[in-house]
């Protein structure tokens, strides 16, 4: 093999990137938002929209008048459609996904570009480590997480990131949506021993009990719920 060919083969692939559109919209038609993602075509879990992306990012844009201003932490924010729309309803949002994965956070830049948001934050944060990054992080309000809750061997790590959170911010609100994959799958114990709770946002109070929101094919069938964590004593 010459070194031609072994240079070739050892080259990444080149990523297909395409762009799907999102249009939010409320019951009046009197205000829209329009956002643009960029996808990998890519079998990493973090560089495409998935069904729970959509239904957090809807419910963001409903309560957008409460996120006006706050600061927003996005974890797992792979291509970041709740973070962008955050951001574009006039929030100041951090963007975070794994440390580890640098092509996550490489389309979470991709997706502040797209959308004109080019002074957002992207940072590395894993799921249960205190590292510099999530130390140095400046107060925040609401954290949204869009199937964070993906695998179970992540559920404990996800949940000592959010109690780290909560208690530097007291009043923080973790706002998250899962999917359901498994009858089997519980996060209760977990949030006894991590001092937090919950409660369940149904899917109609935010006018997300569709098949297809903002425009898209998505959630589709996938049946999605929502969910807010708190430290015990806020909710």
Request: one cysteine or more; glycine letters at 4%; a negative charge.
């Amino acid at each position: 093999m010459c070194w031609d060919e072994l240079v070739t083969m050892n080259e990444p692939a080149p990523q297909t990137i395409i762009e799907k559109t999102f249009t939010f919209e409320d019951d009046e038609d009197t205000h829209t938002l329009i956002v643009s993602i960029p996808e990998v075509l890519d079998p990493q879990y973090g560089m495409h929209v998935w069904p729970c992306a959509v239904v957090l990012s809807q419910y963001v844009w409903i309560r957008r008048e409460k996120t006006q201003h706050k600061t927003i932490l996005e974890l797992g924010a792979g291509v970041s459609l709740p973070g962008v729309v955050a951001a574009k309803c006039g929030a100041h949002v951090i963007l975070s996904d794994s440390a580890e994965l640098p092509l996550c956070l490489k389309n979470c830049r991709r997706s502040c570009d797209v959308n004109n948001l080019p002074s957002t934050p992207v940072i590395g944060l894993t799921w249960g480590q205190v590292s510099p990054e999530l130390i140095s992080l400046p107060p925040v309000d609401i954290i949204l997480g869009s199937d964070v809750f993906y695998e179970p061997e992540d559920f404990e790590d996800v949940l000592v990131t959010i109690c780290f959170l909560v208690r530097k911010n007291p009043c923080a609100q973790f706002w998250t949506t899962y999917q359901e994959r498994s009858a089997d799958w519980s996060i209760d114990a977990l949030l006894h021993k991590w001092n937090l709770k919950c409660i369940h946002v149904p899917l109609e109070t935010f006018d997300a009990n569709k098949n297809h929101l903002a425009g898209s094919t998505l959630p589709g069938d996938h049946t999605v719920q929502m969910m807010i964590i708190t430290a015990k004593e806020m909710l």
